[in-house]
Structure formats: structure tokens, C-alpha cells
């Protein structure tokens, strides 16, 4: 198996169960790659290159290495580009060399996975390029709007494209947006009851100017500034005054980052970057040996 390892990402059981579903095992007559079996002879070798026929961002060339391996241990792969680096429309990522049914089987699944990821990773670098243009510190974030299943890999992705990845999921940091501010009665009294529960990170959502004050007063670590425009943004920032990091969210997009990042907020969370990015155009051509 491939040295790919991300912390609570089980790459070994993700190769098994992507494999899985492909061959359709425990269905009736699942279990086998039906048109390899049938057209490709058991000793027949391919050799093979994986090219973009994008400008792209790469990202996920581990996991395709491990879908490969998976199936042919003893498969010739060499990499000619890594995860992040930034190459060209026609460039070759990868040459693959081994057993012609086994990599025919894993091929679908290992250029999904890379298609995938490279695309997250392809639009996350527009946006951080986008971004620059009005601040040279702001840091671009992503968000929990991610495929289920596929969270750790798509904020893998946003990585290799330059953003940081926000919170992983429920557990690492509190959130308080809107409906717990509803339940609550007010943000302060959403924070206090998080400070009184002894949660270590919370980020709290305001959308007002005036919710900024109590919100800090009750001891929010972090305020997420919703939908507001650049000019309502600075103002905020303004009134922040340093005290805690500052993120603009809502309404982003490759238009308006520049603008929201000039306004002076420390970080910019962007949800499109894994909930919209297109698949990037990658191929793999093999040759019987």
C-alpha cells in the first residue's frame, strides 16, 4: 500500500469499498470486472500514461498509486509531477506499467479520485490568486460542505490549492450561528453557555454590527462576519479591533473575494471550494506491451 496517510483517514478500507462498489460485490453476479475478464487475456500487459488535458492544480496522485497497487502489487508507477504543484494542459502526470485487467479495473476509480481532487485543488488556487489581489495576509478556508465520505480528502485537496482548512467537522471547534443564536436568546448568551461548557475554540457568527460587542464580551475566540459587504466588513474589522481573528463567509465568490479580502478580515471561508469545483479533464491512454 501506498505511504499515504491522513489523520483519521483509513486510505486501506476507502480503496476496498471505492473497488468494491465498482465491481459490484454481494450483487447478484457482481464481484468482477465483466469487460476486462471477457476481452483481455489473463497475461496480457499495459503500460500507460496519466496526462491532464487541463491547466490544473494536482492533487490525489497517492490515491491513484494505491488503487493500482492494490490490485497489481507488483505494478511499475512512477510519478512525474506531486500533489500541489501547478502544471500545464497536456502535461503527463504519471506512467504505469502492469497486469492490463488489473489496472483496467482500478482505472476508473483511480482517475475519479484524481479528477476529483485536482478540481478542488484547481479552484481553491483561483481563489487564493483572486484573493491576493486585494490582501497579501488574508488566508482563504474552507468549509464543512463537503461529499460524505470524502471530507478528509477534499480538505486535502483545498491544502494543495494554498487554502487552510477550517474546522474538520463537529467536534474540533464550536460554531454558533444563527439557529443556536435562536435558541439561545442572544449571541452572548450562545457564547457564554459555550464558555460555561469549557469549549476551547469558538467561532461565532454575527451578522449585525451591534451583535459584535456582546460577543465578545461573553468570550467568543473567533468571529465569522456573514454576508456582509467590503464596506460593512471594514467597519467591522474596525470594531474588532484586533481583539480576535476576524472571518468574512457568505456571498463569496471569484468576483467579490478581492474586495472582502481589502477590507482587512484576517481570514475568507469560501464553501463552492469544495461544493462547486468542477472535475478537472485528466486521461489515461494505455498500450499492450
Keep these: 500500500m501506498i505511504a499515504f496517510t491522513l489523520p483519521g483517514f483509513d486510505l486501506p478500507k476507502f480503496i476496498r469499498a471505492t473497488l468494491a462498489e465498482d465491481l459490484g460485490e454481494g450483487l447478484p453476479g457482481g464481484g468482477r470486472d465483466v469487460t476486462s475478464e471477457s476481452v483481455i487475456p489473463a497475461e496480457a500487459r499495459f503500460s500507460g500514461v496519466m496526462d491532464s488535458r487541463d491547466a490544473i492544480t494536482v492533487a490525489g496522485l497517492p490515491l491513484a498509486k494505491a488503487f493500482f497497487r492494490h490490485l497489481d502489487p507488483e505494478c511499475r508507477i512512477e510519478a512525474?509531477?506531486?500533489d500541489g504543484d501547478q502544471v500545464a494542459s497536456g502535461t503527463d502526470l504519471m506512467r504505469i506499467e502492469g497486469r492490463a485487467r488489473a489496472l483496467l479495473t482500478a482505472e476508473r476509480s483511480a482517475l475519479n479520485i484524481v479528477q476529483h481532487l485536482s478540481g478542488i485543488a484547481t479552484l481553491t488556487c483561483a481563489y487564493v490568486?483572486?484573493?491576493r489581489e486585494g490582501s497579501a495576509t488574508c488566508t482563504l478556508l474552507d468549509t464543512r460542505k463537503t461529499i460524505p465520505g470524502l471530507r478528509f480528502l477534499e480538505k486535502y485537496a483545498t491544502r494543495?490549492?494554498?487554502?487552510q482548512n477550517h474546522r474538520m467537522g463537529l467536534w474540533d471547534a464550536a460554531m454558533i450561528k444563527d439557529n443556536h443564536v435562536a435558541v439561545a436568546g442572544s449571541v452572548g448568551e450562545a457564547v457564554r453557555r459555550a464558555r460555561a461548557a469549557g469549549v476551547e475554540k469558538i467561532i461565532c457568527e454575527v451578522d449585525r454590527l451591534d451583535q459584535i460587542e456582546p460577543a465578545l464580551q461573553a468570550g467568543a475566540h473567533h468571529l465569522l462576519l456573514d454576508n456582509m459587504d467590503p464596506a460593512t466588513l471594514a467597519e467591522a474589522v474596525a470594531l474588532v479591533a484586533g481583539r480576535v481573528p476576524t472571518e468574512a463567509s457568505g456571498g463569496?465568490?471569484?468576483?467579490?473575494?478581492?474586495?472582502?479580502a481589502a477590507s482587512g478580515v484576517d481570514f475568507i471561508s469560501?464553501?463552492?471550494l469544495t461544493q462547486s469545483?468542477?472535475?478537472?479533464?485528466?486521461?489515461l491512454d494505455f498500450k499492450p506491451l
Excluded at 160 to 163: D, I, K, N
Excluded at 252 to 260: E, G, P, R
Excluded at 277 to 283: S, V, Y
Aim: charge should be positive; hydrophobic fraction near 55%.
Design 129 to 131: 490568486g483572486a484573493m
Design 277 to 283: 469545483a468542477p472535475a478537472a479533464d485528466i486521461g
Design 160 to 163: 494543495q490549492g494554498g487554502a
Design 270 to 272: 469560501v464553501g463552492r
Design 80 to 82: 512525474l509531477v506531486a
Design 252 to 260: 463569496v465568490n471569484l468576483q467579490t473575494i478581492a474586495a472582502k
